[in-house]
């Protein structure tokens, strides 16, 4: 494993602005591979060893990437949208798995571990580096379900939706009153129809959506 400080500076270049997210996201990616057995992610032999479930769509999940090598492309970054500052890490070999969730009470024992910092930004930066990680990180060891269309690889599995016809990848079918659907038609969409050949802009979305 590279030092820390040269993770960083990828993992800022990568994702375009220092803040306390990537040194969070940094340090969780160190510490799940060391605790999944897994030195260098990024070496040839270990490259596909490993895998991470991301949790939330904010700044640490791009240090995680850059950190890991994992990427949504190659199947081996999941993503599960609780909106927590968690991730997995995943040997794929040995299948031991540790969640590790960043600590809300990390936030005010930050200036503690940055004396000479005046501002809360600069406190959480430079705390969060120097921080013990049994104050940055709550740990568990869990065990994750994989089934073989979750893996790398070609698609294991296939499906048609009974009402529009999509092809659906990887066993994201819904199967419910004895039809195969594709989530569409099944009513779990983010997206909505819009009149007009360019679509409508301002179209307000059903009344039963959310978004
Ligand atoms: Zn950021
Ligand atoms: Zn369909």
């Known amino acids: 494993m590279k030092s820390f400080d040269a993770l960083l500076g990828a993992s800022v270049e990568r994702h375009g602005h220092l803040c306390a997210g990537q040194v969070i996201g940094v340090r969780m990616a ?9 030195d260098d992610p990024t070496a040839p032999h270990l490259r596909k060893k490993l895998m991470v479930y991301v949790e939330i769509d904010r700044c640490a999940t791009d240090a995680i990437e850059s950190v890991t090598g994992c ?9 599960r949208d609780f909106g927590i500052n968690a991730a997995t890490f995943v040997n794929l070999d040995t299948r031991v798995a540790y969640r590790i969730v960043s600590t809300e009470s990390a936030r005010e024992m930050a200036k503690e571990y940055a004396p000479g910092e005046s501002t809360v930004h ?3 930066l430079e705390g969060y580096k120097r921080m013990p990680d049994a104050l940055l990180f709550d740990v568990q060891r869990v065990g994750v379900s994989l089934p073989e269309w979750e893996m790398p690889g070609p698609p294991r599995r296939h499906a048609v939706c009974d009402r529009c016809g999509q092809m659906v990848r990887d ?3 819904i199967v419910s009153g004895g039809e195969t659907l594709c989530r569409p038609c099944a009513g779990e969409s983010y997206f909505y129809p819009v009149d007009g050949p360019e679509g409508d802009a301002c179209g307000d979305p059903p009344k039963e959506m959310h978004a």
């Open 30 to 38: 160190m510490l799940g591979c060391r605790l999944v057995g897994i």
């Open 71 to 79: 990427r949504m492309g190659r199947r081996s970054l999941k993503f």
């Open 122 to 124: 600069r406190q959480q």
């Open 171 to 173: 066993g994201r079918e």
